[in-house]
């Protein structure tokens, strides 16, 4: 099929599959309840589905379907076919239409969104019930423009809740919420409902103390070393806990809370290192998040590979050195991409790194984890690879330094539509 006639197929079963969603939500009525948010989305969705999932039958997808026939098809579990012909349709359509024979109690999505106005049209797909916002910070900017409008267009989800909304307080700006009718339950801070303490961290996971709402979880541990996810974590146990889930079940499924694919992921690293693969996508705030986890770790050494962070718009400049300024602590500086050894390299300079020192450049993704493996990486060193979602996939330069190579079942963008992409892109460097 030539690109047009696939580009016209796909627009009519976004169609299709938009309005069987609508019908399917209509006649079985499930409880909805949305995930929004500049970042960690798809991590908070996951944790609130296994959170859920111990005393509710809850609907969601695996993966972070937020838009789209993506959003559409997961209201059915199902994922948009890596081959879109004819055929591959109609197969898909078939098992969706075998979907309405199944009932849950709670459908669980993700709602994301790139432009003004988008999020009005999620809602007029599927009003939720209640939603829980992740964080309100640039995101999108070459069309969302503003941080004042990422703000009013995130927070639309917690107006549109029908029963309550659950907000993270630490990254959703107060202003943004001062007209919303709906009951907030909040997360985030000391003052919140829902609070943290993280007694003790290391390269593997950590300890943490969470009070919810009156309920204390004491000394869980956790395989997460993010603050960011361990923050989700109170959000989606708050969530879960207004739901009508037990604390036994909460409480026993806690430690069973893994990242989501390549998302502050502890892995394992060649010659007795560790890892933390952060390849999922790549905006400010996360990067500042990753950096600042990565150097709160022991180590010998702290080691950043880091992509480029792309749809900046005007926020470019403040955006990249945001992140620069977690560049102080760092012991060796991996670039990839024009971007990243454009905005990054100027900053890494003054702040004393030296190229081909302790400051390197690479063209690709593999090339830079072939460097780091064979030329860099020793005993007892941590190294972040934080990237972003197109183009320069720097997953690959993590599975590169994985101590057991079936690890790569936790790096994204895995699966055999993606390879054929990667393998077209980087050739023979992709299995070197």
């Known amino acids: 099929m030539s690109h047009e006639q696939v580009s016209t197929a796909e627009r009519f079963a976004t169609k299709i599959f938009r309005s069987l969603a609508r019908l399917y939500i209509a006649i079985h009525r499930p409880k909805i309840v949305i995930v929004a948010g500049s970042v960690g989305k798809t991590s908070t969705k996951l944790m609130l589905a296994k959170f859920l999932a111990t005393e509710k039958k809850v609907s969601f997808m695996d993966d972070s379907y937020n838009s789209g026939i993506g959003l559409y098809l997961s209201v059915f579990e199902k994922k948009v076919p890596s081959h879109a012909t004819p055929i591959a349709w109609l197969k898909l359509l078939l098992r969706v239409l075998g979907h309405f024979f199944k009932h849950y109690e709670i459908l669980l999505l993700e709602y994301g969104i790139d432009r003004p106005g988008e999020m009005q049209e999620l809602i007029a797909f599927a009003r939720p019930d209640c939603a829980i916002l992740t964080a309100v910070t640039p995101e999108h900017m070459e069309f969302l423009q503003t941080i004042d409008i990422v703000g009013n267009e995130e927070t639309k989800i917690l107006a549109a809740s029908r029963l309550f909304g659950v907000v993270n307080s630490a990254d959703v700006d107060q202003k943004y919420l001062k007209n919303i009718k709906t009951q907030l339950y909040a997360y985030g801070s000391h003052e919140d409902i829902a609070t943290y303490e993280i007694v003790s961290r290391n390269a593997s996971g950590s300890i943490v103390n969470f009070v919810i709402d009156g309920t204390v979880y004491q000394s869980q541990k ?23 889930v037990s604390k ?39 990067g500042i998040v990753a950096l600042q986890t990565l150097k709160q770790i022991e180590a010998n050494r702290h080691i950043a590979i880091l992509g480029n962070m792309h749809e900046l718009g005007d926020y470019i400049e403040e955006g990249y050195a945001q992140v620069g300024d977690e560049f102080d602590g760092l012991d060796i500086l991996v670039l990839v991409g024009n971007m990243s050894v454009e905005h990054f390299g100027s900053i890494a300079r003054t702040k004393g790194f030296k190229q081909d020192k302790t400051l390197f450049y690479f063209d690709t993704s593999t090339e830079a984890g072939i460097f780091v493996r064979d030329k860099i990486i020793k005993e007892g060193d941590i190294v972040l690879i934080k990237g972003p979602f197109g183009g320069y996939y720097l997953e690959e330069a993590t599975k590169k330094l994985l101590a057991r190579p079936e690890d790569s079942i936790y790096l994204t963008r895995q699966s055999e539509f993606w390879q054929h992409k990667k393998k077209k892109l980087f050739g023979k460097s992709l299995n070197d």
């Open 248 to 286: 036994e079940a909460l409480e026993a499924t806690i430690p069973a809370i893994e990242p989501a694919a390549s998302r502050m992921h502890p892995l394992k690293g060649i010659h007795a290192s560790h890892l933390i693969d952060d390849t999922a996508n790549f905006s400010p705030v996360a």
């Open 222 to 244: 956790t395989a997460i070393i993010s603050d960011a996810l361990i923050r989700q974590i109170s959000g989606a146990l708050l969530m879960a806990q207004q739901l009508g």
